[in-house]
C-alpha cells in the first residue's frame, strides 16, 4: 500500500523526502513506519504520529493512501 510520510526538518530520515510516497505492506501501522526510518532513539516515545490531520497512537494500522506527518514535539527550558 502507499503512505504518504512528512516530517518536520529535524528529524533525520535518509533517502526519503518530506511528502514522499513510500511502499508500505498491508497491515503496517505508525510505528511500523518509525522503525522503517530507524526512528528509534530514546526520543521515540514522544514521537506523535498525524495520520490524515488527526493524532494518532503509533499503533494505528494505516490504510492504503494515507498521510502519516511524524511530528517531535519540541521543548526546553
Do not use: H, W
Amino acid at each position: 500500500m502507499q503512505i504518504t510520510v512528512e516530517y518536520i526538518g529535524f528529524l533525520k530520515i535518509e533517502d526519503v523526502k518530506s511528502g514522499s510516497i513510500v511502499e508500505f505492506p498491508e497491515g503496517t501501522c505508525a510505528a511500523d513506519i518509525l522503525d522503517r526510518f530507524k526512528l528509534t532513539g530514546p526520543y521515540r516515545k514522544f514521537i506523535i504520529p498525524i495520520v490524515n490531520g488527526e493524532r494518532s497512537a503509533q499503533d494505528r494500522a494505516l490504510k492504503d493512501g494515507d498521510r502519516v506527518f511524524i511530528y517531535l514535539p519540541v521543548g526546553g527550558g
